[in-house]
């Protein structure tokens, strides 16, 4: 590599002398002064950085895949371009840079003080965007992610029956209907219009309120009667699972950084707790906290910033699952439910047979364990 830049400067002097001569020949052996300024000019050389790796956007720029070149002093911008390796070190690819690039100023991302705007802008590729998810330690893989991983987001939503006209949950509430007439009007208990007689001129309602749902008639094969049922409790959601994207990029994992004035990050201190005070004249005492985190930015494309809005307006849960760091393919997935579950795995409806277990089971737990009843010591 050396030894072939060295030919290749070589060959450029030599160029830039076979012109001199034939422009001095040309003028009958005599140079301007224009021409010797442009053909020392032509001669000298200045080292510039340039990269011997490609960089891809958003990456920090090692010294690894830095070194210096010398370039002609004329293809050099004034004052854009590094000549030290030292400047480029830890600086951000604003876009992405194959190997041989010269760089200059507009092609790396300056610290956040002199940046216009904020340094993770440069990461987010042309046509999409960054949107926050709130995280749990559940829905973010325990806490396992960080910027550059890549997850699915998997939605869970209840859906339930509802009445077409009202948007209310089935069943409705049962009323009886009084028609036009006198003598039924209906009153409050204590009111003064108790005991007089009035005439009504429209038809009124009268209701059980949340004790007359709406039931339904059958009769009854044996007693050859009608019975009519109504519902022992409200509707239960119809729960199903998906994925719905794949492969998005993190961007941040917690609150960004913030920063103050003077371009330094912000430190966030434990207020003193209530109760705790300190005394007049004593000086106050604040640590730094650190706070599990409650975000994660995403990068993806804007339909799909707009359907996960719309999601967590609506009061579904999402849960992210962390892909392998070379796993760029996409697989398509079954909804789930009740009945997928039954009929993928197999599992069937338990039968009513004559006997059971001694103890009732209404509500399943799991197993308590010893750490679990507050011994937590290790023996």
Known sequence: MRLGRLLLLVALVAVVGIGAIFVLNQRGGQLSDTDVVAT???LQTIPVVALKQP????????DAKLEIRNLPITQVSEGSSFNAISQVVGQVA?????????LNESMILENVEESNGSDHAWLIPEGMVAFPVPINRFSSV?????RGDSVDVIVTMAFVDLDTQFQSITPNQTAGVLSPGANILIQEPGSALTGQTYSNLVAQTGTGGTMSPQGR????????????????????PRVVSQRILQDLSVLNVGTFPVYNEDGQEAIVVTPTPVGEQPAEGE??????????????????????????NYL???????????RGANDNGRVDTDAVTLQYLM??????????LPYGTLERIDVLQAPVLENDKGNETVQ
């Open 40 to 42: 020392e000019q032509a």
């Open 55 to 62: 960089v891809s956007r958003g990456e920090v720029i090692s």
């Open 94 to 102: 604003r876009i992405d840079l194959p190997s041989g690039t010269f």
């Open 142 to 146: 325990a806490y396992g992610l960080a």
């Open 217 to 236: 008639a059958e009769l009854d094969a044996l007693l050859d009667q009608p019975f009519y049922y109504v519902p022992s409790e409200s509707q239960r």
């Open 283 to 308: 000086q106050v005492v604040t640590t730094p906290r650190t706070l599990a985190p409650d975000i994660v930015t995403l990068i993806m494309w804007p339909q799909d910033a707009v359907t996960l």
């Open 312 to 322: 967590l307006y609506t009061g579904a849960e999402i849960t992210l699952a962390l």
């Open 343 to 352: 009929d993928v795995y197999r599992i069937p409806l338990p039968v009513r």
